[in-house]
């Protein structure tokens, strides 16, 4: 049996790398780095957050709590 995970639809893909860069940004705020592009520069782009990377951090995550809460809205509306 697989442990694999399927995300689907547009929204959820968001969603899911969005948790993805932050965790990334994390390990660049506690030094790690990679080759390519960091994720710092990616958040600050998509995102169009301004700041250092612990600001930039910090919006991230306030923006994934809010998402939570919509989703959680809307499950409990029964939109979803």
Known sequence: MSDAIVIT???NIAFAR???LKA???LEC???TRRGRSAYSIVKE???FKGNKEKVL???EE???EEMHAR???IIQGRV
């Open 9 to 11: 639809g547009e929204a």
């Open 18 to 20: 969005a948790l993805t």
């Open 24 to 26: 990334m940004l994390k």
């Open 30 to 32: 506690k030094g790690m």
């Open 46 to 48: 998509e995102f169009h």
């Open 58 to 60: 910090k919006q991230l």
């Open 63 to 65: 923006f994934i709590e």
């Open 72 to 74: 959680e809205e809307d």
